[in-house]
T-cell receptor, first 113, second 114 residues
């Protein structure tokens, strides 16, 4: 079945450690997105990519990095510079057009040890 | 300024009641798209509906209906005869034609009690 796979489902980070969240899609979508969701809040855009080898910062990119080497994959690294990384992270993808809905993965819950 | 406002943080109803979730948006574009998503406790956002700015027809899908009014910049979502399975967080989102990014509201948590 086509869809978006995020892994791991739960992740724990130690102080000073970088961690990478995986996002893979087999929907043949050009555009991919990373969002952060804090308890009781909406989604905030971290990074997005419209095409392979290109990506743009969203509203809260500081402390995060991404790469887009393959169409299917858009991994997110939470660096040690992100001082408050505890949140629910959602990856999405869509056809590259503003009228197309975004399709979401199941999310990764990141906590600090 | 918030592009999408969902003023209702949390709503609780008893099963079989009707409930309306409000969404107000702000844009200067003439071409834009509005979306509703459902986020059940499992966490994944599920796409429910898309409406473009040129189509103000209301839409009904089973127990769900949507009321789009450009005059008030609103795109409200009504669930008729609510069920416990409707309990979730519901998000409204705006996409402007110039950009391929979504602006999400802060969500409304709906609790449907048996």
């Amino acid at each position: 079945d086509g869809g978006i796979t995020q892994s791991p489902k739960y992740l724990f980070r130690k102080e000073g450690q970088n961690v990478t969240l995986s996002c893979e899609q087999n929907l043949n979508h050009d555009a991919m997105y990373w969002y952060r969701q804090d308890p009781g809040q909406g989604l905030r855009l971290i990074y997005y990519s419209q095409i392979v080898n290109d990506f743009q910062k969203g509203d809260i990119a500081e402390g995060y990095s991404v790469s887009r080497e393959k169409k299917e994959s858009f991994p997110l690294t939470v660096t040690s510079a992100q001082k408050n990384p505890t949140a629910f992270y959602l990856c999405a993808s869509s056809i590259r057009a503003s009228n197309q809905p975004q399709h979401f993965g199941d999310g990764t819950r990141l906590s600090i040890l | 300024a918030q592009k999408v406002t969902q003023a209702q943080t949390e709503i609780s109803v008893v099963e079989k009641e009707d409930v309306t979730l409000d969404c107000v948006y702000e844009t200067r574009d003439t071409t834009y798209y509005l979306f509703w998503y459902k986020q059940p406790p499992s966490g994944e956002l599920v796409f429910l509906i898309r409406r473009n700015s040129f189509d103000e027809q209301n839409e009904i899908s089973g127990r769900y209906s949507w009321n789009f009014q450009k005059s008030t910049s609103s795109f409200n979502f009504t669930i008729t005869a609510s069920q416990v399975v409707d309990s979730a967080v519901y998000f409204c989102a705006l996409s402007e034609a110039r950009f391929n990014k979504f602006y999400f509201g802060s969500g409304t948590k709906l609790n449907v009690k048996p």
